[in-house]
């Protein structure tokens, strides 16, 4: 059984910083890429940013500069660490891990950042 979960949100003031841990497990195939979306209530999904096998990353445009994602050598795990938040960055924050065309989704953790 695949397991993707996440870990470290929480509660911050503006300014602050948080990092996001994600561990994919049970996967016994190679994973392509790991990445993050975020959900704020009444929004739409929106990407975030992810990271290939070989390192290459990209971001959504808002996160460029305050956001890095960072992966393990064993390639089944990733960070988000999350600098100088914004109240605009609040929402359930999902790990993706994508693996021979399917895409495994964990159950969520939420980033609340107050002004």
């Known amino acids: 059984q695949v397991r993707v979960v996440e870990s470290g949100g929480g509660l911050v003031q503006a300014g602050e910083s948080l990092r996001l841990s994600c561990a994919a497990s049970?996967?016994?195939?190679?994973?392509?890429?790991m990445g993050w979306y975020r959900q704020a209530p009444g929004k739409q999904r929106e990407f975030v940013a992810r990271?290939?096998?070989?390192?290459?990353?990209n971001y959504v445009g808002s996160v460029k500069g305050r956001f890095t994602i960072s992966r393990d050598g064993a390639k089944n795990t990733q960070y988000l660490q999350m600098n100088n938040l914004k109240p605009e960055d609040t929402a359930n924050y999902y790990c993706?891990?994508?693996?021979?065309?399917?895409?495994?989704w964990g159950q969520g953790t939420q980033v609340v950042v107050s002004s």
């Open positions: 993706t891990a994508d693996a021979l065309g399917t895409t495994y």
């Open positions: 049970g996967i016994i195939f190679s994973i392509n890429s």
């Open positions: 990271i290939t096998s070989g390192g290459t990353t």
